[in-house]
């Protein structure tokens, strides 16, 4: 009987839509967006049709990846309803400005396609300029959505409403695992590179990733202790990942989604080089020496720094064994760190971040007191909707950290 | 309402005894498995050798009590490579309570409940050997033939599922059963 029950559990999978399918996107004529539309494009718009579907706000913003030689360009919409999302590839056509794409909802398996129109009078002439203002009501968003591979029909309609929000100081949209768990059934695995490239179109701003050694000490990228269905593909190898070198990893092992596990280097490499994003938050899952993470850590640093980009990478504290390994470093305190103990255990790694976990609270006070000393507070990690607008609306947390940037995103950009 | 008289059959006595069962055979991996990306074309190998060893106590009433282990070789491949070749086969052990009963004569049914040992037996640049231990089950039914008062020759099927790991092979055994001890 537990053979049988166990053998008929129910899979879920979420199989993404094939956008390639609207003929008026792909035809001959199309053109990419200016910079400037995609900019002013961006903001808080009112739902008109399909409000229903996806609630009455939504806040919709660009994000890029740099892939080889390209450079591709998302327009995602995040939505406060069952953390609904869209992402589109967006181009003009005869003045007109087209959006193609799929939505999804995180809290089911529910996705399909989205097509949108921005017409020459709905605001595409003015999104078009070159210097382009946009004001409430200027744009108007029509378009059509559908469920899984089917035609869409269902009319939806955005209505530009304001600017997104944003606080005087920056705030930190931090995805975990690199962009979201596997068991949400994302097109691309968790912890790895095609995920970092993926994340901001999530919302992301910056992303937390699980460093672990190989028997042969490379750092690489991988959550769990042991190797196993939940993060890959079956293999043959079983056991603790740092049984094996990183080479027969490599030749060996792909993640759920077909993906090699990345080195430390080549998921900061994709980070510093291919991505828009600003942090790393570097989780370390191992008890050892963090010199070695260190030395990548400053490496790319320096990298980042040459290629003018404004980046940080932090060292995760997330326990005592860590904590005392990073005091044993040689400068550990001009070393970039977030600490997840104690406020004193805070002071003592002279760690630039405090990162509680949401179930101590909001704790305003303590949160004040280290804004005060000029360091910054995220809390970790937030995946019920109704605790991030909490977190966002009454805490004063300098960064959120969560399985859906999507949700965080929506809250914060619609923030007043 | 008057009540009939029910007449009652008594059953065979039988004597409590442990039978020692042991058996050899093939496997066939029979779980999805993709290799395709890592997998040297046709390199993918399901069949194997299996083995296994019981122990079962055969109380007097139907339901039999038991212990089991053996082995197979669930799948092995190969990789080539630009930085060489290697091969990996993935082994099993399993490590089960098994219960049991004869639904006709000479013909029984099992039911095991227990963990799998894997054993992962690497050589790829260098060799590796790693396990885990994972949960799984297995259903069994054999036939039975009488050879003397202790020993029976018969066949068995059997499927194996490590269901924590998706793993499951289906297996075809010839089976020895020695009742080792009996008593009153």
Redesign the interface.
């Known amino acids: 009987m537990i053979t049988l029950v166990v053998s008929c559990k129910k899979g879920y999978q979420v199989t993404m839509p094939n956008t390639g399918t609207w003929g008026l996107f792909n035809s001959p004529g199309t053109a990419a967006l200016p910079p400037a539309a995609r900019a002013a494009m961006e903001g808080v718009y009112d739902v008109g049709n399909g409000s229903d579907v996806f609630g009455s706000l939504t806040a919709i913003k660009w994000s890029y990846a740099i892939v080889g030689n390209d450079t591709s360009f998302h327009v995602s919409g995040f939505f406060g309803t069952d953390i609904a999302y869209f992402v589109c590839e967006g181009r003009q056509l005869n003045g007109n400005i087209l959006l193609n794409g799929y939505w999804r909802k995180m809290v089911s398996t529910e996705t399909g396609l989205v097509r949108l129109t921005v017409t020459d009078a709905n605001g595409a002439a003015l999104l078009l300029t070159p210097s382009p203002v946009i004001n409430a009501g200027d744009v108007v968003i029509n378009g059509v959505f559908g469920n899984g591979q089917e035609e869409p029909q269902q009319p939806i309609r955005f209505t530009y409403k304001r600017k997104l929000y944003h606080s005087a100081t920056p705030f930190n949209i931090l995805a975990h695992r690199s962009g979201g768990r596997n068991s949400d059934l994302l097109p691309v695995s968790e912890n790895s590179v095609e995920m970092i490239l993926k994340t901001a179109e999530f919302g992301s701003t910056g992303i937390e990733i699980d460093v672990r050694f190989t028997k042969d000490g490379i750092p690489i990228i991988y959550h769990d202790n042991d190797l196993n269905l939940r993060e890959t593909q079956k293999s043959g190898l079983v056991g603790p990942i740092e049984n094996y070198t990183y080479a027969e990893l490599s030749a060996f092992v792909r993640l759920i989604h077909g993906e090699r596990i990345p080195t430390l280097r080549q998921a900061l490499s994709a980070f510093v080089d291919q991505t828009q994003l600003n942090f790393v938050w570097l989780d370390t899952k191992y008890i050892g020496s963090l010199e070695r993470v260190r030395t990548i850590q400053q490496e790319f640093l320096q990298r980042a720094a040459q290629h003018g980009r404004n980046v940080e990478i932090v060292i995760g504290l997330p326990g005592q064994e860590q904590f005392n390994n990073f005091l044993s470093l040689t400068n550990f305190a001009s070393t970039p760190s977030l600490c997840e103990l104690s406020v004193e255990n805070l002071h003592q790694a002279n760690s630039l971040i405090w990162a509680p976990r949401f179930t101590e609270g909001t704790q305003n006070d303590k949160v004040a007191a280290i804004h005060a000393e000029g360091k910054r507070a995220f809390v970790w990690t937030l995946d019920v909707p109704e605790f991030i607008e909490q977190y966002i609306n009454e805490g004063h947390f300098d960064g959120i950290l969560s399985n859906y940037p999507s949700c965080t995103a929506f809250y914060y950009y619609v923030h007043q | 309402m008057a009540q009939r008289k029910v007449k009652k059959t008594p059953l065979p006595k039988r004597k409590p005894s442990f039978v020692l069962q042991a058996g050899g055979g093939i496997s066939y991996y029979s779980a999805a ?3 395709s ?2 997998a040297y074309p046709g390199s993918l190998n399901k069949w194997s050798p299996t083995g296994s060893l019981r122990m079962m106590w055969y109380p007097r009433y139907r339901l039999r009590l038991g212990l089991e282990t053996g082995f197979t070789n ?4 190969k ?1 080539r ?1 630009t ?1 060489g070749q ?1 091969q ?3 082994q099993a052990i399993p490590v089960m309570i098994v219960w049991s009963m004869q639904v006709l004569p000479r013909l029984n049914i099992y ?1 095991g ?1 227990g963990s799998y040992r ?3 037996h ?1 050589v ?3 060799k ?1 050997n ?3 231990w ?1 949960l799984g ?3 069994a039914v054999s036939y039975t033939l009488p050879l003397s008062k202790r020993l029976g020759l018969g066949a068995e099927a059997k ?1 194996m ?1 490590a ?1 924590e ?3 499951a092979a289906f297996a075809l055994q010839v089976q020895l059963a020695w009742k080792v001890f009996q008593w009153d």
């Not at chain 2, 669930?74 to 491949?77: E, I, L, S």
């Open positions: 498995v993709n290799l990306s890592v669930f799948y092995r491949y990789v490579d930085s290697g990996v086969s993935l039911a409940f894997l054993n992962t690497l790829y640049r260098g590796v790693s396990y885990d994972v089950s297995n259903i499927w599922n269901f790991t998706k793993d």
